[in-house]
């Protein structure tokens, strides 16, 4: 089973970009039939899905952050990462990176990262 | 979309039972498996049930996972509850390559 860790930066100013990676241990970010998924946690809210990467690269996003969100994978890194667009107070959350192995599909997200709080704030 | 629909919170004593609802707002509950995260306070969520019944190794037989067509609904059946049950748990789901959470419900073992 994959462990995964998130990092970046803990606070991001209004209109920036966020930026974070989350990096893949105890297996290859290249395996088929994985996949990546990002999942936030507003202060004292409930999980909100953002979004996830096939291990074929194709990547599918909440339609409410589809605009401002991409998900990308660094195959050199072993690492898979989430930006999002022109900031604002609302996206103040505790990120989650998780994981999907086969022979499971992404809607079971069985590995989780620990999570890193980000802050968005001037 | 559709939406997962849970109890703000719910209560019950040591030992007893307690079920969680899911309901789903439009499409067939049945149609696209439901999955169970159970989260403490500070810590990342971790699964109880996958594909609507399923466990997890490691996950006691305590929790049941379920489907009702008729009501459209998942629930999530705790037996024998413990005070190391209190959490939070969300109900999950998806359609067309989109993820939904319900919006969770704090489970006080008291």
């Known amino acids: 089973q994959v462990q995964l860790q998130e990092s970046g930066p803990g606070l991001v100013k209004p209109s920036q970009t966020l930026s974070l990676t989350c990096t893949v241990a105890?297996?290859?970010?290249?395996?088929?039939?994985?996949?990546w998924s990002w999942i936030r946690q507003h202060p004292g809210k409930g999980l909100e899905w953002i979004g996830y990467?096939?291990?074929?690269?194709?990547?599918y996003y909440n339609p409410s952050l589809k605009s401002r969100v991409t998900i990308s994978v660094d195959t050199s890194k072993n690492q898979f990462s989430l930006k999002v667009n022109s900031v604002t107070a609302a996206d103040t959350a505790v990120y989650y990176c998780?994981?999907?192995?086969?022979?499971?599909?992404?809607?079971?997200?069985?590995?989780w990262g620990n999570g890193t709080t980000v802050t968005v704030s001037s | 979309n559709f939406m997962l629909t849970q109890p703000h919170s719910v209560s019950e004593s040591p030992g007893k039972t307690v079920t969680i609802s899911c309901t789903r707002s439009?499409?067939?509950?049945?149609?696209?498996?439901v999955q169970w995260y159970r989260q403490r306070p500070g810590s990342a969520p971790t699964t109880v049930i996958y594909?609507?019944?399923?466990?997890p190794s490691g996950v006691y037989d305590r929790f049941t996972g379920s489907i009702d067509s008729s009501s459209n609904s998942a629930s999530l059946t705790i037996s024998g509850l413990k005070t190391e049950d209190e959490a939070d748990y969300y109900c999950?789901?998806?359609?067309?390559?989109?993820?939904?959470f319900g919006g969770g419900t704090k489970l006080t073992v008291l």
């Open positions: 998780a994981s999907t192995a086969p022979p499971f599909y992404y809607y079971y997200m069985d590995v």
């Open positions: 105890g297996g290859s970010i290249s395996n088929a039939g994985y996949y």
């Open positions: 990467i096939s291990y074929s690269g194709s990547a």
């Open positions: 439009s499409g067939s509950i049945a149609s696209k498996f």
């Open positions: 594909e609507d019944t399923q466990r």
């Open positions: 999950q789901s998806y359609d067309s390559s989109t993820v939904v």
